[in-house]
């Protein structure tokens, strides 16, 4: 079965200090994987999403995230946080059995201090 | 300007009420989802469909209904046999190809429930 485990549920940093936000994986293949954001009582924007053509992938408003196999992880990373980067993070793996399945992790909430 | 609409935004029902939440894309999407989000769970899959006339039971489908006439629409009950249905309710749909590579979700603003 494909899970993903969030190793963080909350990360605090200051505006314009690195953001690294912590995921590991478990799938019996390579999988798709994904990361959304949720700002307050709102839905899921998609961050990137990662489907084994390249080990890093770029997504949206500056954030990476590096996929190592020998590692199981798929870390979210931005170089330098911004006060709208404030919201909760999941990591999300397909569910393997059921079509279309997501699996969601716990999710991890992002402080900003300015 | 395409994408999907969930309303009302916020709900109240009595105890025992049945409540329907809409579901609407325009996204030409083939397949749809119902989620449950509870504080520190992330989410859960109530029910899904991948086509017009046919859905299917997620994890968590104790307590809802839905319906799927419409390739747009996918709106979700929630029965008064649901004991705990104060929640918010994501919905999401995907193009639904079916491939070894997932298809993206895509989400609606959420409809948040409370039971009074």
């Known amino acids: 079965a494909q899970s993903v485990t969030q190793l963080d549920s909350h990360v605090s940093v200051s505006e314009g200090t690195p953001v690294l936000l912590r995921c590991n994986y478990s799938s019996s293949y390579s999988p798709s994987l994904f990361w959304y954001v949720q700002h307050p009582n709102k839905g899921l924007q998609l961050l990137l999403k990662y489907t084994s053509a390249a080990t890093l992938v770029k997504g949206i408003n500056g954030f990476e995230a590096e996929f190592k196999k020998s590692e199981t992880s798929f870390h979210l990373t931005k170089p330098s946080a911004h006060m709208s980067d404030a919201a909760e993070y999941f990591c999300?793996?397909?569910?393997?059995?059921?079509?279309?399945?997501?699996?969601f992790g716990q999710g991890t909430i992002l402080t900003v201090h300015p | 300007d395409g994408g999907i609409t969930q309303s009302p935004k916020y709900l109240f029902r009595k105890e025992g009420q049945n409540v329907t939440l809409s579901c609407e894309q325009n996204l030409n999407h083939d397949a749809m989802y119902w989620y449950r989000q509870d504080p520190g769970q992330g989410l859960r899959l109530i029910y899904y469909s991948q086509i017009v006339n046919d859905f299917q039971k997620g994890d968590i489908a104790e307590g809802y209904s839905v319906s799927r006439e419409k390739k747009e629409s996918f709106p979700l009950t929630v029965t008064s046999a649901q004991k705990n249905p104060t929640a918010f309710y994501l919905c999401?749909?995907?193009?639904?190809?079916?491939?070894?590579?997932?298809?993206?979700?895509?989400f609606g603003p959420g409809t948040r429930l409370t039971v009074l």
């Open positions: 999300v793996v397909p569910g393997g059995t059921s079509y279309g399945k997501l699996t």
């Open positions: 999401a749909s995907s193009i639904g190809t079916g491939g070894r590579v997932a298809d993206t979700q895509y």
